[in-house]
C-alpha cells in the first residue's frame, strides 16, 4: 500500500515542479494545465524513486513481516526472498567512470519499477478522466473538504487507478499460489456442510484405500 500510494504523490508533485518551470507543451485537452515537460519530468523522477523507495521500505521489518493477528507489538520473521539483497552487476554499457561496478538490489526493486512505470504512464489518465467528468458537468471539484485542493475523490482519482493495478499485480506476480494441506482444510471446513465433509471423508478413504 505504501509504495503504490507514495509513488503517484511522487508523481503528482515532480509533474506540478516539471511543468512549473518547464512547461511549454500542452499535454492534453481535457487537462490545460498539463503539460508534455512535466508528464515526462514525472514520469523519469517516478520510476527512479521506486527503485530507490523500494530498497529503503524493504528493509524495515515491520513492512515486510506479514502480521497474522491484530496485535501491535514490533515484528520479527525470515525475511522474505523478495526482501532478500542479492548481488547485480552493472551491464557494460555503463560509463567507466561510474564508480559501482555491482551493487546489492532487493528483488523487490525489479517488481517496483514497473509500478512506477504504471503511476507514471498510466495512472496520470485517471486523473485526466476526472478532469473531463468536471469539465464536461461544468464543475471546478468533486467537493471542498481540503481547502484548495476539491474533495477525497479530487485528490484520490490516480490513487484509485493505481490501487486496483497494484492489486492485480501483487496477486498476479508478487503472492505466491501455493496449496497447502492447511489451506484445503480451512476451504473444506467454510464452505462445506457437515454431509459434506463426511462423503468427502469417505471419498478420501476409498481413494487411499485403492491407491
Not at 52 to 79: K, M
Not at 176 to 186: A, F, R, Y
Amino acid at each position: 500500500f505504501l509504495l503504490p500510494a507514495s509513488l503517484i504523490i511522487i508523481n503528482d508533485i515532480f509533474a506540478y515542479i516539471f511543468g512549473f518551470f518547464f512547461g511549454r507543451t500542452p499535454l492534453i485537452k481535457l487537462s490545460p494545465k498539463k503539460t508534455w515537460e512535466g508528464f515526462i519530468g514525472a514520469s523519469v523522477t517516478t520510476i527512479i524513486s521506486a527503485f530507490v523507495l523500494a530498497n529503503v521500505l524493504g528493509r524495515f521489518p515491520w513492512l515486510t513481516c506479514p502480521r497474522q493477528d491484530l496485535s501491535t507489538g514490533w515484528l520479527q520473521c525470515d525475511a522474505d526472498p523478495l526482501f532478500k539483497p542479492e548481488p547485480f552487476t552493472l551491464p557494460a554499457w555503463i560509463p567507466g567512470w561510474f564508480p559501482w561496478k555491482e551493487m546489492e538490489v532487493l528483488p523487490v526493486q525489479w517488481h517496483a519499477l514497473c509500478l512506477g512505470l504504471f503511476a507514471s504512464i498510466i495512472a496520470p489518465f485517471g486523473g485526466f478522466f476526472a478532469s473531463g467528468f468536471k469539465r464536461a458537468f461544468k464543475i471546478k471539484d468533486f467537493g471542498d473538504s481540503i481547502p484548495g485542493h476539491g474533495g477525497i475523490t479530487d485528490r484520490m482519482d490516480c490513487q484509485m487507478v493505481m490501487a486496483v493495478f497494484a492489486y492485480i499485480y501483487l496477486q498476479s506476480f508478487i503472492v505466491s499460489q501455493s496449496v497447502s494441506v492447511d489451506k484445503i482444510l480451512d476451504q473444506i471446513l467454510t464452505n462445506l456442510s457437515f454431509e459434506e465433509q463426511q462423503a468427502l471423508f469417505t471419498r478420501l478413504g476409498q481413494m487411499i484405500g485403492n491407491s
